[in-house]
């Protein structure tokens, strides 16, 4: 009992890793005020540069750097839109989501080698494999968290330091009040643009180092629509959060366990269709943004940033 | 005191455009170290666009700002702040999230990464104490009064270094005794060398805070007093550019049949603790009911539950004898009821649309308005100008969009909106509330002129002042239930005060007029 325990909880922290750096990236960049809905389409680039850089140039990483670069670029072109052009955010989201979907699903069939029609899926190339820690990886069920690959152990340290800066620094404490209040903000001497636009690319980079894990580590390489859908797990979580990156592992514990829990069951020939286990994490996001919601609406001090999805501009009335 | 003082603050000829709109129109201004300025104005007379071109706020289109002399450019809060000059915004500038001390710090580049909670609490105790702005450092703001987020704000500018304060009408949310406070820390601030520049529209504030006073009008500056050397009758004709009216004139009231009854009404919050507790109550059509108490003791739910906006959970609401109890809002609209909500800017009109298109959101069914379901622009356009002139709505043209108005002509074109569609029934919440003179004179004719019309008025206000003036008999609210009445010309304030902590009236008869009250008390 206590090894499936293990294996399922090793399984989960590996499948939870991409969910929490984007979950965080996205917490992030909505603490700003910005609502950027392109995780999706940022997660899928950021796993496409990864997995393409990692084929032709084997170092893993300049493909991690290269992946939150790509993601940093797409959050850029979203704060353009969204801080300067005062677009809507949530179209703008979405049309980054369309674009990084698309344009990743394209670059997926023209940069692999010519043996393979230029196609990239079914390549294979080095990747983050489990690293052991000696001594630690061999305790009951906790020794899970010590065989882990290089990207999982970061958010071991990502986790607690993006929980420490929010709360505790004075930076953290300007990105809140920019989220929050950006009137005031700005009157007590914050530049909320500049804010802005620091935290909607961080965020970016976050969700395209995210993406990155997919590609590198958790199923490496190529395929169509590696994310299935993650990105849109991401926004789910960052609510199921409350915006506190801290909680960001619970929702990726809680995500990632139902991805290990039904790919065990797949695995082991169970009955249940295979369409209702594939369903299982989508199902169990709508039960936890509609439970957090309900629990919101009774308790009306937490929620999301106060102006989250508005524009700024002093002289506005 | 001294004749050769040396301006701390002089503006030169500030002009500040809107689109539509000049706010500040070559305006100068000058502020000598220790002293208070009052800026005085109507609502829309550019008060506080000047403070917040000084503020940082605002970039002026034309004029310059000199400091201790010296021309300062002021681009951004941070400059200003920079320069020692900080303001307490009429709406608070603080993170109801966050706690006294984080908004305190808020922005500030000085202090360590990761800050120093503890020595900055201290500090603030410090400054606290010195001043008496009594507030915790560690409270959350949402969980302060008011009163205290104002000492919060006034706390933040001082640990900030401020030497000229501004204040944007800070009394307007403070009981007497927090405005008598507040004049006492200015007044310790000024002794101590700082200024501050102090905006109001009461005359007698002017009298009780400043040492000089500058009268603005329609953005222009009127003039420049030495406040010992005035008078509020004299700032009131100066502010408005006529003479004021300090009371309306009433004729005795002529009630006659009812035409708004609520019969043992409940009402609860959105958390479902009863906000309305069984009341009981009468509008006639030809009479102004007023209804007196503390905010947040119901009033706001007894508007709402006969406007339909709130669900009644017992009793009855009739109009006209009609069963009007949790119907819709448009057919209480139908049924003659109009509207003067307390929230003018969320719930009374839609900042983006045009004045016109504000003056017809409720008549637009109509014919002429609407013919065979379309609109008809011209007659939009005809009646809204004929609304603007009748009600004096002082905007660009009925095309600008409703909200670069000042607060009271926003609450004139609402006026003029509900009173064009009233048809039996005026509620009207807090109707004068952040308005200035002017305008507070014309709603208050208004609604008597409505009730000289028969119909019946229900209002409701903080204002014991407006209420004695206006209304013909007053109800006193406590905690959701309806403490006593009484008439207003023979109106007892401290009755009615001690019926708004929560004693009915008869006790409060006999505490007040004393004959049994050693037995009662």
Excluded at chain 2, 499 to 518: F, I, L, N, T
Aim: hydrophobic letters at 45%.
């Amino acid at each position: 009992m206590t090894a499936l325990i293990t294996s399922i909880l090793t399984i989960t922290l590996s499948a939870g890793t991409s969910l929490v750096y984007a979950t965080i990236g996205e917490i992030y960049t909505e603490r700003s005020g910005i609502l950027n809905l392109g995780v999706e389409g940022m997660m899928l680039m950021g796993a496409l540069t990864a997995f393409a850089t990692v084929f032709h140039t084997g170092s893993l990483l300049l493909s991690v750097i290269l992946a939150m670069a790509v993601g940093g670029f797409l959050a850029l072109i979203h704060a353009f839109l969204s801080i300067t052009m005062r677009a809507n955010q949530v179209v703008s989201g979405l049309s980054i989501t369309l674009f990084g979907t698309g344009f990743a699903s394209f670059l997926g069939q023209r940069l692999g080698p010519e043996s393979n029609n230029f196609y990239l899926s079914g390549m294979t190339a080095q990747r983050y494999a489990a690293v052991q820690i000696e001594g630690l990886t061999d305790l009951p069920i906790l020794g899970a968290f010590f065989k882990q690959d290089v990207l999982t152990y970061g958010i071991y340290i990502l986790i607690p330091l993006a929980w420490f800066f929010m709360y505790k620094t004075k930076h953290g404490l300007n990105l809140r009040a920019v989220g929050e209040n950006p009137q005031t903000a700005d009157a007590m001497g914050v530049n909320v643009v500049k804010l802005r636009y620091l935290y909607t690319v961080i965020g970016g980079m976050l969700v395209g180092l995210g993406g990155a894990h997919l590609s590198l580590a958790y199923t490496p390489g190529w395929t169509e629509n590696i994310t299935g859908g993650r990105g849109w797990i991401v926004i789910a979580l960052v609510i199921f959060s409350m915006w506190n990156p801290s909680r960001a592992i619970l929702g990726a514990i809680l995500f990632g366990g139902i991805n290990a829990v039904q790919f065990r069951l797949q695995a082991s020939g169970t009955d249940i269709p295979s369409a209702y286990l594939n369903m299982a994490p989508y199902v169990a996001t709508i039960i936890v943004l509609v439970l957090v919601t309900v629990w919101e609406s009774h308790n009306r001090r937490i929620g999301p940033p106060n102006a989250l999805g508005t524009s700024y501009m002093r002289e506005d009335k | 005191m001294e004749t050769e003082k040396k301006p701390i603050l002089e503006m030169r000829g500030i002009t500040k455009r809107f689109p539509g709109v000049v706010a500040n129109d070559g305006v100068d201004l000058e502020l000598f170290p220790g002293e208070v300025l009052a800026l005085l104005g109507e609502n829309g007379a550019g008060k506080s666009s000047l403070m917040n071109v000084l503020a940082g706020l605002y970039r002026p289109d034309e004029g310059e700002i000199y400091i201790r002399g010296e021309r300062v450019n002021i681009d951004s809060p941070r400059d200003a702040m920079a320069l020692g000059i900080g303001m307490v915004h009429q709406n608070f500038m603080l993170v109801e999230t966050m706690t006294v001390a984080e908004n305190i710090i808020l922005g500030l580049r000085d202090i360590k990464t990761v800050p120093d909670m503890g020595g900055i609490i201290k500090k603030i105790r410090q400054i606290s104490e010195h001043y008496k702005l009594k507030v915790d450092p560690k409270a959350y703001i949402w969980q302060l009064s008011v009163g205290e987020q104002q000492r919060v704000e006034i706390l933040k500018q001082i640990y900030r270094g401020a030497e000229i304060l501004i204040l944007d009408e800070p009394t307007a949310v403070l009981t007497p005794q927090e405005s008598e406070e507040l004049n006492h820390i200015l007044q310790q601030m000024t002794s101590e060398g700082k200024s501050a520049i102090f905006i109001t529209h009461k005359m007698e504030e002017v009298i009780d805070f400043s040492d000089w006073v500058r009268v603005l009008h329609q953005g222009k500056l009127v003039t420049v007093k030495k406040t010992a050397e005035t008078n509020p009758q004299e700032l009131a004709r100066l502010m408005v550019g006529r003479e004021v009216l300090f009371r309306i004139e009433k004729k005795p009231a002529q009630p006659k049949e009812p035409v708004l009854v609520l019969e043992q009404v409940q009402a609860n919050n959105e958390k479902g603790m009863p906000v309305l507790k069984g009341v009981d109550l009468q509008v006639r059509r030809g009479e102004i009911v007023g209804v007196a108490g503390v905010a947040g003791n119901g009033q706001t739910e007894l508007t709402e539950v006969i406007t339909g906006l709130h669900p009644v959970s017992g009793g009855r609401v009739l109009v006209d004898g009609k069963e009007m109890t949790n119907r819709s809002p448009l057919s209480i609209i139908k049924a003659g009821v109009s509207h003067i909500p307390s929230d003018r800017i969320a719930m009374g009109v839609v900042g983006d649309m045009s004045v016109a298109n504000n003056l017809v959101m409720k008549g637009y069914r109509k014919e002429p308005i609407t013919h065979s379901g379309l609109m008809n622009l011209r007659k939009i356009a005809e009646f809204a100008q004929r609304m603007v002139e009748l009600f004096r709505i002082s905007t660009p043209s009925t095309a600008t969009r409703v909200k670069f108005l000042s607060g009271g002509n926003i609450q004139k074109t609402i006026l003029a909106r509900e009173i064009d569609s009233c048809g039996g029934v005026l509620v009207a919440a807090y109707p004068s509330r952040g308005l200035d003179v002017g305008a507070t004179e014309a709603v208050r004719n208004e609604m008597v002129a409505q009730r000289d019309r028969d119909n019946g008025v229900l209002l409701v206000s903080e204002d014991l002042e407006e209420l004695l003036t206006v209304a013909d008999r007053i109800v006193v609210m406590f905690e959701g239930q309806i403490m006593g009445e009484v008439q207003s010309e023979d109106a007892n304030v401290e009755l009615i005060g001690l019926m708004m902590a929560g004693v009915p009236k008869e006790r409060a008869e006999k505490q007040y007029y004393g004959s049994d009250h050693a037995t009662d008390v």
